[in-house]
């Protein structure tokens, strides 16, 4: 008998193992399946009132001579791009830019602003995006100058963030009710399956503790709960969100977001919603930063889960433009006729014509790298004003660790020396592309830098999403190219009433004549270089390089096009954009 219940127990325990061997193995399969099409996509999310940045956006004005005291040359929109990128920041909401009007501009270091003032030059709210998620926003709603949100698509995922600046203690009871009321409208306006992170100062203590409100926040704030401390509960239990700065156990200094003189407090919060709380990872307080003098940056980490989207290569463009010069467009035309074998005339077939000149301008004149072109509104910045901003920031770490009117009066003259350092690289600058506007380069440049100020103007540069018949969003590019087939399978074959035909009017048919070569000849010369190829890759720049062998080739193809009432395969595509 004690055999036979030694054996039992030792069949239940294989049958244990053999179960939990089977469990692991499933678990390894889904954790294999969401790897092949799921990834994790970490987003450092931050809120930091800027304050005194009267100039943030300041453009330099080449008429006023250069002032070491006028903020105009102060260049914060690009120490505040530094800042981000040195302390790995995502996405930025900030306040008090000051700066009237309604666009969006880059900052520099591959940052771009979304901003909303009025013309007061008072309040004034944006949002700073990394540049690779420039593409990823779907909508811009400016409300007001205390109030603007983004929505961003991450492969299907929908990220609204809310960037808000309240009225202060001192300000009317009807501003600050306007204010709640415009957020709440903002609110209400995104869907509930959408992600939302605010990101605001909203000039009021929550407190220290939950007692009571254990649903909407944590105990982690900072001294006595305020009215207005009071009103940022109240919105988070309406609209269902946590206040994310008060879940993290922080040392004080890490919680503490604005600092002047003796006075340290919590006013500067992020929110989310409720159900999302488990995507932030992280939020602290970045200290001994010197963009903003009372005011200190919140960051938190929030990971969302996404559809892995296929890496997409980067299109390397033929250098057609060098066509251009004499002697590139010498060596492009011999080198296509020893392609072909010595011969003048070229092939009477298109495919192959086509493919030998797309081969030739590739070795001949090289193919693009894709690479991002140099940032062209923040070349005056170099080494010597990154080297002032990075001193003026360790003094202002050390003067935030031993307040003596020494590191005081040190922090004030290194301030003093950035505005100056600024100044003095955005006038050199600016003197030597004025020189340079009288040659063919400079006045390249100034073209080049108009028309990428007004690329960065907009707030969406390129419409990813479209709706359904039904009207339902869709986001994935299988689907959205599905809509537009559709859409254009029924534009172009849509059957309408046709006219009759007038009676008594006989029919006239006759052979057309053939396309001569004048009018080929004249046609290329009408035609404008620099536009865009099409699906042959090949612009009109090669047949005017070419001149009466393109002329020849081009006159026989039309004329063949006309009598077969058959054209190359290539000319039958055409690409939306």
């Known amino acids: 008998m004690p055999q036979i219940k030694h054996h039992c127990k030792l069949s239940i325990n294989t049958k244990l193992n053999n179960t939990w061997v089977v469990l692991q193995n499933l678990l390894m399969c889904i954790v294999c399946f969401y790897s092949l099409y799921y990834i994790t996509l970490s987003l450092c999310i931050g809120i930091l009132k800027v304050e005194e940045v009267d100039s943030l956006l300041a453009p330099f004005n080449y008429k006023i001579q250069p002032s070491w005291n006028n903020p105009k040359y102060l260049g914060k929109g690009r120490e505040l791009a530094d800042v981000m990128e040195r302390r790995k920041v995502d996405i930025l909401c900030v306040q008090e830019t000051r700066w009237k009007g309604s666009k969006a501009r880059s900052i520099g270091a591959g940052f771009k602003l979304f901003y909303y003032g009025v013309d007061s030059k008072r309040n004034g709210v944006g949002v700073v995006l990394k540049e690779e998620f420039v593409r990823n926003v779907l909508e811009v709603?400016?409300?007001?100058?205390?109030?603007?949100?983004?929505?961003?698509?991450?492969?299907?995922?929908?990220?609204?963030?809310?960037?808000?600046?309240?009225?202060?203690?001192?300000?009317?009871?009807?501003?600050?009710?306007?204010?709640?009321?415009?957020?709440?409208?903002?609110?209400?306006?995104?869907?509930?399956?959408?992600?939302?992170?605010?990101?605001?100062?909203?000039?009021?203590?929550?407190?220290?503790?939950?007692?009571?409100?254990?649903?909407?926040?944590?105990?982690?704030?900072?001294?006595?709960?305020?009215?207005?401390?009071?009103?940022?509960?109240?919105?988070a239990k309406r609209m269902d969100m946590g206040v994310v700065n008060t879940y993290f156990q922080k040392r004080e200094e890490h919680r503490v977001t604005y600092k002047s003189g003796g006075r340290r407090t919590q006013v500067d919060y992020i929110l989310c919603r409720r159900g999302n709380l488990k995507e932030i990872s992280d939020c602290k307080v970045v200290v001994g930063e010197s963009v903003a003098r009372q005011h200190r940056m919140v960051v938190c980490r929030m990971t969302l889960m996404v559809c892995k989207k296929k890496r997409s290569e980067i299109e390397k463009k033929t250098k057609w433009w060098k066509l251009k010069k004499e002697e590139c467009c010498e060596e492009f035309r011999q080198k296509l006729r020893q392609a072909l074998g010595g011969q003048v005339v070229l092939p009477d077939d298109w495919e192959t014509t086509a493919e030998v000149i797309r081969e030739t301008g590739r070795k001949v004149l090289g193919v693009s790298s894709g690479r991002r072109k140099e940032d062209k509104e923040t070349w005056w910045w170099n080494e010597e004003v990154q080297d002032s901003i990075q001193r003026k920031r360790l003094s202002k770490k050390k003067w935030d660790m031993d307040r003596t009117e020494e590191n005081r009066q040190e922090y004030k003259e290194l301030q003093r020396r950035v505005k100056r350092e600024v100044s003095k690289a955005k006038q050199k600058a600016y003197d030597e592309l004025y020189t340079r506007l009288d040659t063919r380069e400079g006045e390249k440049d100034l073209y080049r830098l108009a028309r990428q100020r007004d690329r960065d103007g907009k707030d969406v540069q390129q419409v990813r999403v479209i709706k359904d018949r039904d009207g339902r969003v869709l986001t994935s590019e299988e689907s959205v190219q599905r809509r537009w087939k559709e859409y254009f399978e029924e534009l172009m074959n849509e059957e309408?009433?046709?006219?009759?035909?007038?009676?008594?009017?006989?029919?006239?048919?006759?052979?057309?004549?053939?396309?001569?070569?004048?009018?080929v000849r004249k046609a290329l010369k009408?035609?404008?270089?620099?536009?865009?190829?099409?699906?042959?890759?090949?612009?009109?720049?090669?047949?005017?390089?070419?001149?009466e062998a393109a002329v020849e080739f081009l006159a026989s193809l039309f004329n063949r096009v006309l009598e077969s009432e058959r054209m190359p395969e290539e000319w039958r595509r055409s690409v939306f954009l």
């Not at 009408?526 to 001149?547: N, Q, T």
């Open 496 to 519: 309408n009433e046709r006219e009759k035909r007038v009676e008594g009017v006989n029919s006239v048919e006759q052979k057309v004549d053939k396309i001569r070569k004048d009018e």
């Open 141 to 235: 709603k400016r409300v007001s100058d205390r109030v603007m949100s983004l929505k961003l698509e991450f492969e299907g995922v929908m990220l609204n963030v809310v960037s808000g600046y309240a009225p202060q203690v001192g300000c009317e009871l009807e501003e600050k009710e306007r204010f709640w009321s415009e957020l709440d409208e903002v609110m209400e306006s995104i869907p509930t399956g959408e992600r939302v992170v605010i990101g605001a100062d909203f000039n009021g203590h929550v407190g220290e503790g939950n007692t009571g409100d254990e649903e909407v926040m944590g105990k982690f704030g900072v001294k006595e709960r305020n009215l207005e401390g009071q009103m940022v509960v109240d919105f």
């Open 526 to 547: 009408r035609m404008k270089s620099g536009k865009a190829v099409g699906p042959d890759d090949i612009p009109v720049e090669v047949w005017k390089c070419l001149g």
